[in-house]
């Protein structure tokens, strides 16, 4: 039972839409429609821009997470690829001394013995026999491509030209870990190299002899660099540098040729020393002019006269 309150006035539903004369008002009704109706263009716009917008957003997140996801698997790609290569990477230095020695044999015959930590430099009618033993501290195996040899010793940080190097004709693998040895042989009259490496022998002087060597693979190529000094009957050989080819070394190379300029002023400042000790040990100081008169002997030169 619908109840009012005292004193309202009840209006049938169809009367809010009568005019005042008491008719029917149907333009009013349609404009009040079209209040209550939804503008579905606009709804539908409005829509789609809200999806786009979500759309967008949401590949965003994704491109983003994608190139994080692929700087991730890049990193850990070169992170698998460098491990890989340090356990395949050799590192020539020169046999220890209670290595056990090495027998090597050269086309022609000839045997050279090589103790641990020694080299063998042997002349036989005209030709030239050379034997370093070997050890590879890496982890990887070596395989030795090429040789140079400079004769006599030359300082310098800068390693020959690969394609200046000899190439090894005999396979020549030192085991990681492992001990093994390098031969080289100068034949040929007309080597260019002869005449100065035949005048190194015959005065000892010391020889320099660079090995180019790479992983079983062909790959991370390096060039060492060892000195082939002369002792009282046989030849010691001794480890100078490493040059990596395709990776930069644990140093720069700006850094090794300030240590290297570093050595060489130092050893210069030594000999200008030693020069001037030398002058001042025959009667004369580093300046030619004799020595200033001691107490006693002034003395002695006064009783004298």
């Known amino acids: 039972m619908a109840t009012h309150l005292p004193g309202a006035k009840l209006i049938a539903p169809g009367d809010a839409l009568r005019e005042p004369g008491g008719g029917y008002d149907r333009r009013r009704e349609r404009r009040i429609a079209q209040r209550l109706m939804a503008d579905w263009p606009t709804v539908a716009s409005l829509a789609t821009a809200g999806g786009t917008l979500i759309l967008a957003v949401a590949t965003f997140s994704s491109v983003r997470s994608g190139q994080r996801a692929t700087r991730i698997?890049?990193?850990?790609?070169q992170i698998a690829e460098r491990a890989l290569l340090i356990g395949l990477r050799p590192v020539m230095v020169p046999s220890r001394p209670s290595d056990p020695p090495e027998a090597v044999r050269f086309v022609e015959g000839r045997m050279i013995h090589v103790e641990g930590g020694m080299a063998g430099v042997e002349r036989e009618g005209e030709n030239y026999y050379f034997v370093i033993g070997l050890r590879n501290v890496g982890t990887g195996l070596g395989v030795l491509q090429a040789w140079h040899l400079t004769a006599p010793y030359v300082r310098s940080?800068?390693?020959?030209?690969p394609a200046a190097f000899r190439e090894q004709t005999r396979d020549l693998?030192?085991?990681a870990g492992d001990i093994g040895m390098w031969q080289g042989a100068l034949r040929n009259p007309d080597d260019p190299v002869r005449a100065a490496t035949a005048a190194a022998i015959d005065t000892r002087?010391?020889?320099?002899?660079?090995?180019?060597y790479s992983d079983q693979v062909g790959l991370q190529r390096t060039i060492t660099r060892f000195s082939l000094i002369p002792t009282a009957d046989s030849w010691l050989a001794a480890m100078t540098r490493h040059w990596y080819l395709d990776w930069d070394g644990p140093r720069p190379d700006s850094q090794v040729r300030a240590a290297v300029d570093a050595v060489h002023a130092d050893?210069?400042?030594?000999?200008?020393?030693?020069?001037?000790?030398v002058g001042m040990a025959g009667g004369e100081t580093a300046d030619g002019a004799p020595p200033p008169a001691g107490p006693n002997e002034t003395d002695e030169l006064q009783e004298t006269v």
Do not use: C, D, F, K
Request: proline fraction near 6%; aromatic fraction near 4%.
């Open 267 to 277: 050893i210069e400042a030594a000999e200008r020393l030693a020069s001037g000790t």
């Open 73 to 77: 698997a890049e990193r850990s790609s």
């Open 157 to 161: 940080e800068q390693h020959a030209e």
């Open 205 to 212: 002087q010391p020889i320099t002899i660079e090995l180019l």
């Open 173 to 175: 693998y030192v085991p």
